[in-house]
């Protein structure tokens, strides 16, 4: 009987999935799982100027921080190797449009669980909390918190939460909107603009270029939960994800990914750590 059994599984993961994978076989059918499986690789939308979140190291063109390090998690659940992925560039505005293209598998790029977002894409629960927090320069003596941006220069990118917010809480702020974070940079060393303000994870690794002429104000104003963006309705692969977020939780693999990436930062684990 054993024997089988044996030879029955043999069979069903031959049929099914060519058993490339570690977990061959295992998923059904006409599934993404299955699919990236069979693909061997795994599309993975990621910012690429995110210094310890989702960056592109000039040096190197590897793709390294906290968002890149989960994809790689994933991408060795799915196809059985971390090298069984591929990044692909995606800006802020881009993600909806990208999952509903088929541009990319997922969506793993600072992407805040929104009524509106979840309107065109479907989402995992959170695996990461970043907070709204604003960049100064080191010298700058007037921005202190939030309702001093009223009436100053702040910049912001397109297709985010971060400026509605800016836009709602205030309403007298001059808002640079520009395509990527990273691109106000420049504006905020030139004194075009008088601060950067989006999720801290993002202006940590902006400071972590610049620590010298930079400073994060530090008083955080409205929680950004990230979770991994899929194909709208695609609810087995939501599920599938979820489970893999909820292992990474319990088995130390989601504290190593924070500290070995964002963690360098003094970000906080406890505040950005989902509790399951
Ligand atoms: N997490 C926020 C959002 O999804 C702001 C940062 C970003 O645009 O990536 O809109």
Same mark, same amino acid.
């Given at each position: 009987?054993?024997?089988?059994?044996?030879?029955?599984?043999?069979?069903?993961?031959?049929?099914?999935?060519?058993?490339?994978?570690?977990?061959?076989?295992?998923?059904?059918?006409?599934?993404?799982?299955?699919?990236?499986?069979?693909?061997?690789?795994?599309?993975?939308?990621?910012?690429?100027?995110?210094?310890?979140?989702?960056?592109?190291?000039?040096?190197?063109?590897?793709?390294?921080?906290?968002?890149?390090?989960?994809?790689?998690?994933? *991408?060795?659940?799915?196809?059985?190797? #971390? /090298?069984?992925? %591929?990044?692909?560039? +995606?800006? !802020?505005?881009?993600?909806? @449009?990208?999952?509903?293209?088929?541009?990319?598998?997922?969506?793993? *790029?600072?992407?805040?669980?929104?009524? #509106? /977002?979840?309107? %065109?894409?479907?989402? +995992?629960? !959170?695996?990461?909390?970043? @907070?709204?927090?604003?960049?100064?320069?080191?010298?700058?003596?007037?921005?202190?918190?939030?309702?001093?941006?009223?009436?100053?220069?702040?910049?912001?990118? +397109?297709?985010?939460?971060?400026?509605?917010?800016?836009?709602?809480?205030?309403?007298?702020?001059?808002?640079?909107?520009?395509?990527?974070?990273?691109?106000?940079?420049?504006?905020?060393?030139?004194?075009?603009?008088?601060?950067?303000?989006?999720?801290?994870?993002?202006?940590?690794?902006?400071?972590?270029?610049?620590?010298?002429?930079?400073?994060?104000?530090?008083?955080?104003?409205?929680?950004?939960?990230?979770?991994?963006?899929?194909?709208?309705?695609?609810?087995?692969?939501?599920?599938?994800?979820?489970?893999?977020?909820?292992?990474?939780?319990?088995?130390?693999?989601?504290?190593?990914?924070?500290?070995?990436?964002?963690?360098?930062?003094?970000?906080?684990?406890?505040?950005?750590?989902?509790?399951?």
């Amino acid at each position: 009987m054993r024997l089988v059994r044996a030879v029955l599984a043999v069979v069903a993961c031959l049929a099914v999935t060519g058993c490339g994978a570690a977990d061959a076989g295992a998923f059904p059918e006409g599934t993404a799982m299955a699919r990236i499986q069979q693909r061997g690789v795994l599309t993975v939308g990621i910012k690429f100027d995110h210094p310890l979140f989702g960056f592109k190291d000039p040096a190197t063109g590897r793709i390294t921080g906290f968002d890149a390090e989960i994809a790689r998690l994933v *991408a060795k659940d799915l196809t059985g190797s #971390e /090298r069984g992925i %591929r990044f692909v560039e +995606t800006r !802020p505005r881009q993600r909806e @449009d990208f999952l509903a293209r088929g541009v990319v598998d997922i969506v793993l *790029a600072t992407y805040s669980i929104t009524p #509106e /977002r979840r309107r %065109r894409v479907s989402f +995992t629960e !959170p695996y990461y909390y970043a @907070d709204q927090d604003i960049l100064v320069r080191a010298d700058n003596k007037a921005i202190d918190e939030m309702t001093d941006l009223n009436g100053k220069r702040v910049c912001t990118a +397109t297709g985010s939460t971060s400026g509605d917010r800016l836009r709602h809480l205030v309403p007298k702020a001059k808002l640079t909107i520009v395509d990527i974070y990273s691109d106000c940079l420049p504006a905020l060393q030139s004194r075009a603009i008088d601060a950067i303000s989006t999720d801290d994870p993002i202006l940590r690794g902006l400071l972590s270029q610049h620590p010298d002429r930079l400073k994060l104000v530090g008083k955080p104003f409205g929680s950004e939960p990230y979770g991994i963006g899929v194909r709208r309705g695609d609810t087995a692969f939501v599920a599938h994800l979820n489970a893999l977020i909820s292992r990474f939780l319990r088995d130390g693999q989601w504290d190593s990914v924070f500290m070995n990436t964002i963690g360098a930062s003094g970000a906080v684990a406890d505040r950005a750590r989902p509790r399951r």
